[in-house]
T-cell receptor
Framework: EAQVTQNPRYLITVTGKKLTVTCSQNMNHEYMSWYRQDPGLGLRQIYY???????DKGDVPEGYKVSRKEKRNFPLILESPSPNQTSLYFCASSNSGVGGNTEAFFGQGTRLTVV | AQSVAQPEDQVNVAEGNPLTVKCTYSVSGNPYLFWYVQYPNRGLQFLLK??????LVKGSYGFEAEFNKSQTSFHLKKPSALVSDSALYFCAVSPTGGATNKLIFGTGTLLAVQP
């Protein structure tokens, strides 16, 4: 089954404690990205990757890091989480397509709470 | 700035009645347009997209959307609503000509279908 898998689904952590949210896709997609979803703001892109070893900032990259060492994996790293990073996070993947005309597949989400 | 507007936070409709969820966009050029649905505790699922051609596009679960270039709108419609259609709906655009598959999302509209 084609899918994007995120782990963990739920996470409560304390301010400053480094954490990683994993994301893996089994569709051989070139393009992967991370979004955060906040009430009243919709989804905003954090980082994206066009292919292995190619990553770039989205609209809200501050406080986050990513890496793309393998095509299937795109982990999101919070080096020093803060309460304003409490949010619902989604990983997505898609074929590169032509200027973005292909649909994205989303993971089930990770609800992160930073206290 | 590029943006997507979903003017209604919530739409209420009785089962069996037609439904419309509105979306307008402010993006230069000819963007690609998408609708996604999010059920509780799930990731976003692709419903339909407009790339080019016929202004009325049909998608999953009986949904369709009408593209209107002059009004820069892409409203989601369904002739007869089901209780199971109750969910959060997101409109998204992908600017054409860009180097990425970035999606710009609206803030979402909660559809509530009453039995």
């Amino acid at each position: 089954e084609a899918q994007v898998t995120q782990n963990p689904r739920y996470l409560i952590t304390v301010t400053g404690k480094k954490l990683t949210v994993t994301c893996s896709q089994n569709m051989n997609h070139e393009y992967m990205s991370w979004y955060r979803q906040d009430p009243g703001l919709g989804l905003r892109q954090i980082y994206y990757s066009m292919n292995v070893e190619v990553t770039d900032k989205g609209d809200v990259p501050e406080g986050y890091k990513v890496s793309r060492k393998e095509k299937r994996n795109f982990p999101l790293i919070l080096e020093s989480p803060s309460p304003n990073q409490t949010s619902l996070y989604f990983c997505a993947s898609s074929n590169s397509g032509v200027g973005g005309n292909t649909e994205a597949f989303f993971g089930q989400g990770t609800r992160l709470t930073v206290v | 700035a590029q943006s997507v507007a979903q003017p209604e936070d919530q739409v209420n409709v009785a089962e069996g009645n037609p439904l419309t969820v509105k979306c307008t966009y402010s993006v230069s050029g000819n963007p690609y347009l998408f609708w996604y649905v999010q059920y509780p505790n799930r990731g976003l699922q692709f419903l339909l997209k407009y790339i080019t051609g016929d202004n009325l596009v049909k998608g999953s679960y009986g949904f369709e959307a009408e593209f209107n270039k002059s009004q820069t709108s892409f409203h989601l419609k369904k002739p007869s609503a089901l209780v199971s259609d109750s969910a959060l709906y997101f409109c998204a655009v992908s600017p054409t000509g860009g180097a990425t598959n970035k999606l710009i999302f609206g803030t979402g509209t909660l559809l509530a279908v009453q039995p």
